[in-house]
Structures are given as structure tokens and as C-alpha cells.
């Protein structure tokens, strides 16, 4: 079965950095959208970055680009994002998910939650003013 775990969270100040990894097991992504989003308290789940990996062609939600990068390592089966500058409102619970049908890369810009269909446990990423 496909599995996804998140790790990497933890609590850090504005203005610090954090990455966050998802292990991929039960199958190999080759040619598929997977993102990171973020759910934070009374809140709805929000999408933050997605990628396609076999190009790795990358999206982001505007309150985050030039300070997330979504990546991925094919060889490891992994997708990281790379959090900088982090604000106060990026705490939240983040999750990685992954749609395992090939529509293309385009189809990974509209980071919607319905469009992904496993996911992770979620980390949690708290940040302190």
C-alpha cells in the first residue's frame, strides 16, 4: 500500500528555517503531482506548493513563493520542502500528498486537496513571533 510520512517539523522563531521531508514507500512516483499543504487551526486546508515529478516542474500558493521550494529525490523516493524566512502564519499542520494518476504537469499547478487522493499523518510546524 501506498504510505506517505511526513518529518521534519518542529517549532522555530520568524525569520528561521525548517525543512520538512515525506517519505514515499509502497510505490514509485515517477510521473505524478504531489504537494505539501497546510492545515492550521479553525482553518480549511490550504494548498502550499506542488511539484511534478518526472520534470520537476514546481508551483506555489502566492503567500509563499521566493521563501518555499518544493523538491523531490526520485533515486529516494522523497519530497522535501525547504521553508525560509518563516513567518508566524505558516504554523500549522503540514501534510504531503500525492495524486498517483499522470494527468501532466499543469494539472499540479491547481493545488486543490480534491485532487490528491493519499496523504501523510502531518507535521506540525509552529512558528513564534
Known amino acids: 500500500q501506498v504510505q506517505l510520512v511526513e518529518s521534519g517539523g518542529g517549532s522555530v522563531q520568524a525569520g528561521g528555517s525548517l525543512r520538512l521531508s515525506c517519505a514515499v514507500s509502497?510505490?514509485?512516483?515517477?510521473?505524478?503531482?504531489m504537494a505539501w499543504f497546510r492545515q492550521a487551526p479553525g482553518k480549511e486546508r490550504e494548498g502550499v506548493a506542488a511539484i511534478y515529478t518526472s520534470s520537476g516542474s514546481t508551483y506555489y500558493v502566492d503567500s509563499v513563493k521566493g521563501r518555499f521550494i518544493i523538491s523531490r529525490d526520485n533515486a529516494k523516493n522523497t519530497l522535501t520542502l525547504e521553508m525560509n524566512s518563516l513567518k508566524p502564519e505558516d504554523t500549522a499542520m503540514y501534510y504531503c500528498a500525492a495524486n498517483p494518476r499522470n494527468f501532466g504537469p499543469s494539472y499540479c499547478s491547481v493545488i486543490d486537496s480534491g485532487r490528491y487522493g493519499y496523504w501523510g499523518q502531518g507535521t506540525q510546524v509552529t512558528v513564534s513571533s
Open positions: 509502497g510505490y514509485s512516483y515517477s510521473s505524478v503531482c
